[in-house]
């Protein structure tokens, strides 16, 4: 088998398992819907949950592991597996000694930090002391979050991604058991919410561990506590973590901006925001998680031209894929929220706000998948400088668009602003690898994005004229939003057969080598 066959072979391991779990992701956060609407308690703990999240993005879905994994694959390569776990070992010692203090001091000095990043709420009220606990109870989530991260680094590095692509499945099951078992039994429910997260966190980390062991690493074996190759992730991981994640710090930004807006502004924004998630993560993160430590060795061994052909392979099938799926998630926007959210404390006016948030963050959703396939490419390489200029880029185009539209469109304006970033992101990074890596065939990248975004636009406009057919309203029953998604699905099929793009054929044969075995 190919290196890209035995890659994306892989990709679809982590693909089935991030299937799973956001389905129950969904699930979950249907349910937090349900039992706190776009309340003054749900904004709240959204807000005091923005940091942990944050950190859970940086951390659990891959961007830490772009600082450990190229220096790990690299050990792997040219002092094998006991020098990997050597440092491993240390990483694990130093990543404690590093947050427990954060993790203190955040407790300590909640109060003071809150109105940094929710400026909109005032000091003075309820909903500010409740901020104040709900981020008191959720912090403990750094580190076990940390940890996972770090575990599932070592693991990937040595060819394992089962366990840790699991690891979200049970942190899901752990909320929602405690909505359900923990939530009604508290005065306040919030409470019982933010202590699942927590408590999930922890058996992230945990069901890590047998693969760990197994694969022969022991966290309490002697070593040294400060290894001499953390001084290189330590520069590498700075500059890494924010080249990596300006999509969540321009997140954290228009959730900044959204306090000033009236009460439940947040809360859109995070529907909204969880929605979006599910292609994103389901495809980019899945195939990111698995490219990165094979770019990886293939630069520590110098085979630039494996490099230049998994990339390739990779970006081409995540247009394919991702381009579909933001001209269908905007037009399917309204009825896949109404049928996933609207029930209990969740009205038809939050889901009418949800969706117009929906629409302004789906602009940008190819340019979000198709950056975490290319910075794989930067820090597979140890190259930090292009990545960071492009962030800080997409930062200040996103704040001064979002300052601009913030005040005539609401949500709709600070979610567009965040697309509009994610774009320049993707420019910004794409433009100097066409004069630097000559081996990748652009011609066909813009073809394949070409091909897609025809089908996608055919496939979106009959998909919005069989839906104008229902209700005005746009609710509509299971069976007709499965069977419209169907539809669409086929006529994308259809016109990528038509068109004759190699992605279709390449993405059928897996599936059905997948069913065969």
Known sequence: MSESGRVFRAVGVVFALT??????????????????????????????????NLLRKLLSEGILSIAFIPVLSEYDAYRGREAVFELAGSAFRALLIVLTPVVAAAWLWAPELIPIYAPGIDPASEQFQLIVILTRITLPFILFVGLSALSMSVLNVTGHFASPASAPIVLNLIVILALFQLSPRLDVPIYGLAI????????????????????GFRLFKKTVIFHPALKRISKLALPTMIGASAS?????????????LPRGN????????????????????????VILPSLSKSAAIKNITNMETLFEHALKIILFITIPATAGLIVMRKPILILLFERGAFDMEAANATASALAGFCVGLWALAGVRIVVSLYYACQETAIPLKAAFASIIVNLVSAVLLMDSYGTF?????????????????ITPLIHRFKGINWKKIGKCACKSSVSSLIMALTVWKLQSCGPESG???????????????????????????PELDFIMTHINDSFRK
């Open 19 to 52: 299937l799973a779990s956001r389905i129950l992701g969904f699930a979950r956060v249907a349910l937090i819907a349900s039992f706190f609407g776009a309340t003054g308690a749900a904004d709240a703990f959204f807000i005091a949950f923005r940091i942990p």
């Open 196 to 215: 699942g997260i927590v408590v999930g966190g922890a058996f992230q980390l945990l069901i890590q561990v047998p693969a760990l062991i197994q694969k």
């Open 248 to 260: 969540q710090i321009n997140l954290i930004a228009v959730t900044i901006l959204s306090t000033r």
């Open 266 to 289: 947040v809360s859109y924004l995070y529907y909204a925001d969880q929605l979006m998630e599910f292609p994103l993560g389901l495809f980019s993160i899945a195939a990111a998680t």
């Open 413 to 429: 304006g600070l979610a567009l602003s965040a697309s509009i970033a994610a774009v320049t992101n993707f420019l910004f990074l």
């Open 475 to 501: 609710k509509l029953s299971v069976l007709c939003v499965f069977g419209l998604i169907l539809t669409g699905v086929a006529i994308y099929g259809i016109m990528a057969k038509i068109l004759k793009c």
